[in-house]
């Protein structure tokens, strides 16, 4: 049993037509610095991509300083004395 389908006629030059401007580029045309929906598109990617290396960096703290140890000495002595033993001997001490 073949199973047939009748022919579709498709048009290349008209499959896709977008009839509506995306806001984000009528946004960027409203500022008066781009002229066309392409110089538009450029600038959002562009964007796009200053927005992920800024997070990128603020993620990775690139040269960063390393968080300085928490000393026996800086801990107040009445929450020094609610820590059992064995977590007061992991504690560096000054001394």
Do not use: C, H
């Not at 960027?28 to 600038?43: I, P, R």
Request: proline fraction near 9%; glycine fraction near 4%.
């Amino acid at each position: 049993m073949s199973v047939e389908f009748p022919e579709e006629k498709f048009n290349t030059e008209n499959s896709y037509t977008p009839t509506k401007t995306p806001t984000m580029v009528k946004w960027v045309m409203k500022t008066g610095l781009v002229n066309n929906k392409k110089q538009a598109d450029m600038v959002l990617v562009g964007v796009a991509v200053l927005f992920f290396v800024i997070s990128f960096i603020m993620m990775s703290d690139f040269g960063g300083s390393k968080p300085q140890p928490t000393y026996l000495e800086d801990i107040p002595k009445d929450v020094r004395a609610t820590l059992p033993p064995e977590i007061l001997n992991t504690i560096p001490s000054r001394n």
